[in-house]
């Protein structure tokens, strides 16, 4: 279904499930784009730290109902997270021509509809929380604060990315501390290692918009690399593997445990080699096919966190 189709208005160039939303009843299609139910990619990227930090803790068999639930978490609240960034950004996604279809910038739903929808998205998330051990469910509200952040630091530093990293990676503390009942070492190091990994994924996704951000004065890190971006997403990438494999490590003083990485790094090794900061299809593709590095990342904390 082409996205001028009738029955599916709205949508962004990029959106991934045009036939499911044109499915959907005309009322609630709307909101759907709103909390980029049409991209999956956004919950997937948000669930794999949490993921990871279960699976290396130990936790990935006898916990797999933490996992559901992180999941469920990772999809209301990375909606969420895109309906409160699209009522801040409204007036600069419609200047943006991949964003200006937006539900908000396009005037297909009202700011005070959208606010709504973004307490409803929160309830889930509430649910979900209350799953957590207190000492838990309070790291993960401590994550409100750098989230009602993000949507500014495009206006105010050429690294959101950064700031998004912190963001997207959050889960990692979230599900370490579940298991662990601490913030330890291995734990934190994941995280930081996760935080490189959505700075590396998150310029290739802004090579996008790098002309219309440049002309409207929205900031990012593909910008400020220039035309060194692809030995910056290398570098990025390379950073995440260190610390992962430090924290490995640290739990498993052993070679062989480490190399548990290299099909992550055989895929990231991929994406740079092929990146063409010219061609924004190609770099969509690549920015999508990290939900299968975060694929390749559970396993190998799988593999690690059961043989410790």
Known sequence: MAATDPRAPHLTPDTEHRGMVGLMPTAARPFALLARFDRPIGWWLLFWPGAWS????GGA???????????????????????????????????????RSRPLASGAVSVKAAAIWLVL????GLVV????????AVIAVS????????????????????????????AALVGWAEIARTLSVPGLLLYAGSICWVVGYDTIYALQDREDDALIGVRSSALRMGRHVRAGVATFYAAALALWA??????????????????????FLWQVATLRPEDGAGALARFRSNRFA?????????VVGTTI
Not at 246 to 267: E, K, M, S, Y
């Open 294 to 302: 975060g694929l390749l990342m559970f396993l190998a904390c799988v």
């Open 246 to 267: 430090a924290a490995i490590w640290l739990l498993r003083p052993d070679w062989l445990a480490v190399v548990a990485l290299l099909p992550v790094a055989l895929h």
């Open 61 to 99: 068999v006898e916990r797999w109902d933490l996992l559901l639930w992180l999941l469920l978490g990772s999809i209301a609240m990375r909606g969420a997270g895109c309906v409160f960034n699209d009522i801040v950004d409204r007036d600069l996604d419609r200047q943006v021509a991949r964003t």
């Open 143 to 170: 994550s409100l604060a750098p989230v009602a952040a993000y949507p500014f630091m495009k206006r105010i530093t050429w690294w959101p990315q950064i700031w998004l990293g912190l963001v997207f990676s959050w």
């Open 129 to 136: 929380l209350l799953q957590l051990h207190w000492f838990v």
């Open 54 to 57: 279960v699976a290396l803790a």
């Open 121 to 124: 998205l929160c309830l889930i």
